[in-house]
């Protein structure tokens, strides 16, 4: 599949991030190139996150914005957001978009997202984070810390 092809192009798997945008341009469908495209920016996000135990939260999101903001810009206006909220396709898309947002505290947006796909909140990508359910997303954004 097309997820698995990506996850193996990441960093993380002995790729870069020149060969996941790359992947990412391949695909023709609009909602899949997006959908890789926004999960291009969770995953590198993810890295920095798991990389710098240390860092505090804030400041590795503030500096995956200042190191990646020309990549964020691009992906964010340019995607073709799906209509449907009942989709596997729409409903991952719609999930890592909320999670983008999340990251880039942007909680109105994330907040738009998550309504949409309501009780449909994948674990991908939100386990990443040691959320691994709707629960768990609902409960993080309860208390603040999404």
């Excluded at 340019?78 to 396709?89: A, F, Q, R, V, Y």
């Excluded at 719609?94 to 990251?103: D, G, R």
């Excluded at 994948?122 to 359910?133: A, D, I, L, V």
Aim: aromatic share 8%; hydrophobic share 35%.
């Amino acid at each position: 599949s097309n997820i698995s092809m990506h996850r193996i192009l990441t960093p993380r798997w002995g790729g870069s991030i020149d060969e996941m945008l790359s992947f990412a341009a391949s695909i023709n469908n609009g909602h899949l190139r997006g959908l890789i495209e926004l999960s291009n920016l969770v995953e590198i996000y993810s890295d920095m996150y798991n990389e710098n135990n240390d860092e505090d939260e804030q400041l590795t999101k503030q500096r995956f914005y200042k190191e990646h903001d020309a990549l964020i810009d691009k992906t964010l206006s340019s995607l073709e957001i799906p209509t449907d909220n009942s989709s596997m396709l729409a409903i991952d898309f719609k999930n890592h978009l909320a999670c983008v947002y999340s990251i880039l505290n942007m909680k109105k947006d994330r907040d738009q997202y998550l309504k949409e796909v309501d009780k449909n909140i994948t674990s991908r990508p939100w386990c990443y984070f040691g959320m691994m359910n709707h629960r768990d997303v609902k409960l993080y954004k309860m208390v603040g810390m999404i």
